[in-house]
C-alpha cells in the first residue's frame, strides 16, 4: 500500500491531487474531461438526424476530431472507443467510414454494440479515450 501512494503522490500536484479538466460542459455533461495523460470524450451522436448511418458516422467522427484537438490530442492518439450503434445491421457500413478515419497502425481497442440511443433518429454513439501529447 505504501508503494502505491508513493506513485500517486510523484504523479499528483503539489497539494497530492491531480488536475481534472473538462472541457465544453453545459451543466449536465462535458463534452470532454482531461486527467492525468488521458482524455476521456462522451459519447458524441450525430447533429444530422436525416443522414444514413453512413452520413452520421462522418459527422459523429468529424466531431470527435475537434474535440480530439480542443483536448490537445488527435485520432492517432486514441487507445480506446466504444461505440454503440442503434441496428446492427449497419455494422457493415459504419465500419467503411470507420476504416477511413483510423490510419493503419493507430487502431485503438474497440467495442462495437447494438442499443437504444435517446433519439430514435441517432443511429450511431461514439466515445473514445485518448493519450494526450
Given at each position: 500500500?505504501?508503494?502505491?501512494?508513493?506513485?500517486?503522490?510523484?504523479?499528483?500536484g503539489k497539494?497530492?491531487?491531480?488536475?481534472?479538466?473538462?472541457?465544453?460542459?453545459?451543466?449536465?455533461?462535458?463534452?470532454?474531461?482531461?486527467?492525468?495523460?488521458?482524455?476521456?470524450?462522451?459519447?458524441?451522436?450525430?447533429?444530422?438526424?436525416a443522414g444514413?448511418?453512413?452520413?452520421?458516422?462522418?459527422?459523429?467522427?468529424?466531431?470527435?476530431?475537434?474535440?480530439?484537438?480542443?483536448?490537445?490530442t488527435e485520432?492517432?492518439?486514441?487507445?480506446?472507443?466504444?461505440?454503440?450503434?442503434?441496428?446492427?445491421?449497419?455494422?457493415?457500413?459504419?465500419?467503411?467510414?470507420?476504416?477511413?478515419?483510423?490510419?493503419?497502425?493507430?487502431?485503438?481497442?474497440?467495442?462495437?454494440?447494438?442499443?437504444?440511443?435517446?433519439?430514435?433518429?441517432?443511429?450511431?454513439?461514439?466515445?473514445?479515450?485518448?493519450?494526450?501529447?
Amino acid at each position: 500500500m505504501k508503494s502505491f501512494l508513493a506513485l500517486c503522490r510523484r504523479t499528483a500536484g503539489k497539494d497530492g491531487t491531480m488536475e481534472i479538466k473538462r472541457n465544453g460542459t453545459n451543466g449536465r455533461r462535458a463534452l470532454s474531461v482531461a486527467y492525468g495523460d488521458l482524455l476521456y470524450t462522451s459519447g458524441i451522436t450525430t447533429t444530422d438526424l436525416a443522414g444514413d448511418i453512413t452520413a452520421q458516422t462522418q459527422d459523429v467522427l468529424k466531431q470527435l476530431d475537434d474535440i480530439l484537438c480542443r483536448g490537445g490530442t488527435e485520432r492517432s492518439r486514441v487507445i480506446s472507443a466504444t461505440i454503440t450503434l442503434a441496428d446492427m445491421a449497419d455494422y457493415g457500413a459504419f465500419n467503411a467510414v470507420w476504416d477511413q478515419w483510423v490510419a493503419d497502425g493507430f487502431e485503438p481497442v474497440r467495442s462495437v454494440t447494438e442499443g437504444h440511443l435517446a433519439v430514435p433518429e441517432y443511429k450511431v454513439k461514439i466515445s473514445l479515450i485518448a493519450a494526450l501529447r
